[in-house]
């Protein structure tokens, strides 16, 4: 297994596309929550369909990670035919899927809030609708035997889970992406300098840093459910410190992926922009109000993935998901917090028109 040491440098090119593979964001205040009658599942309302032909829309997803697992259950669950949507999904990584939102290949796109604050400039058509998530994904989970020689728990206090730290050796799936900025943040608050007092290496591959920890060649590791999980599952790991319990609490809230449209669109079909924002919502609610068949529909679609591991991951990511999609510019504002603490970005923008909650009823 060959590492690459991190320079403490950041690959500017490389974080846009990378965070949009993790799924991060904002909790927001003030809409009505979104919820289901007692008993009954929200999905298709016959009354608002009947007799309606679907508006055809075309979404984006940067990946099928379990952060976008909304949109799925509103897919399977016909959520989005609830509200008179036949909503076609394409998976276009990275850049891809603004691009293709540029281009008029898709309707809407959930893209990072990075590449969004990027490619905003004068005169820029982009406007972000909905936030589908609250909170950062990714954790650090270490080795348990140290964790229990440390005398460390979950309860501990944050200053102490971080000093934790001193002399050890993370592990990433590579430098430049949101697990990476994460550390680096946690790090600073704790008075640690990478590569000085905590040794940062990237391993290339999700797995490996499941087996490198089970082999104790690495001390920690950072990364998303589902990976995140299994060392939790297998008996070998714990949660030192996790976006989804909110540990930094400073970093809620959080945009990650918002969905993203052009201002013209939504001028032009404001009933879809309000219709589609709703459906996201239902498919949020879907998971909080009823866990048991959200997790037989993942199941499904996530067949490789362990139940028990799949199980641990949504009630994990049930905690970033949130009823309430309207975007806290506090939440861009704490990414750009982020980026200029590792020299991503120069200075910092003024978000207000690079976002809208006006299609929220």
């Not at 927001?28 to 979104?34: D, I, L, S, Y």
Request: aromatic content about 8%; glycine content about 8%.
């Amino acid at each position: 297994m060959r590492w690459r040491p991190c320079q403490g440098r950041w690959l500017r090119r490389d974080w846009p596309g990378l965070i949009g593979a993790f799924a991060l964001a904002a909790a927001f205040t003030g809409m009505p929550a979104v919820t289901s009658a007692q008993g009954q599942i929200p999905g298709q309302d016959s009354a608002r369909t009947e007799g309606r032909k679907l508006a055809s829309v075309r979404l984006s997803l940067p990946s099928g990670a379990m952060s976008f697992a909304a949109v799925f259950l509103a897919q399977e669950k016909k959520l989005f035919e609830g509200e008179g949507l036949d909503v076609s999904v394409r998976i276009l990584p990275g850049e891809g899927g603004l691009n293709a939102l540029l281009a008029g290949g898709v309707d809407f796109a959930q893209v990072s809030s990075s590449l969004l604050l990027q490619e905003s400039r004068p005169g820029q058509d982009l406007i972000a609708v909905a936030a589908p998530m609250n909170r950062l994904d990714v954790e650090i989970v270490a080795a348990r035997e140290k964790l229990e020689a440390a005398d460390l728990s979950p309860s501990s206090s944050l200053r102490k889970r971080i000093a934790f730290l001193r002399g050890k050796t993370i592990g990433f799936q590579r430098l430049g992406g949101l697990a990476h900025l994460y550390t680096l943040y946690v790090l600073a608050k704790g008075g640690l300098a990478p590569q000085k007092d905590v040794n940062l290496v990237a391993l290339g591959d999700d797995m490996a840093l499941v087996t490198a920890l089970e082999q104790k060649q690495i001390d920690a590791f950072v990364m998303a459910p589902p990976i995140s999980v299994m060392p939790l599952a297998q008996g070998f790991g714990e949660r030192l410190i996790s976006g989804p319990e909110n540990d930094v609490e400073e970093l809620a809230p959080f945009v990650s992926t918002p969905l993203v449209t052009l201002k013209e669109y939504c001028r032009t079909h404001p009933d879809l922009c309000r219709r589609m924002v709703r459906a996201y919502a239902r498919g949020n609610a879907f998971i909080a109000d009823f866990p048991a068949q959200a997790l037989a529909s993942l199941t499904k679609r996530y067949a490789t993935v362990k139940p028990a591991i799949l199980e641990r991951s949504l009630a994990a990511y049930s905690k970033t998901f949130d009823r309430d999609l309207r975007i806290d510019p506090r939440g861009l504002d704490v990414v750009q917090d982020l980026e200029l603490l590792t020299g991503v970005r120069r200075q910092r923008l003024d978000v207000s028109a690079l976002f809208s909650n006006a299609y929220f009823e």
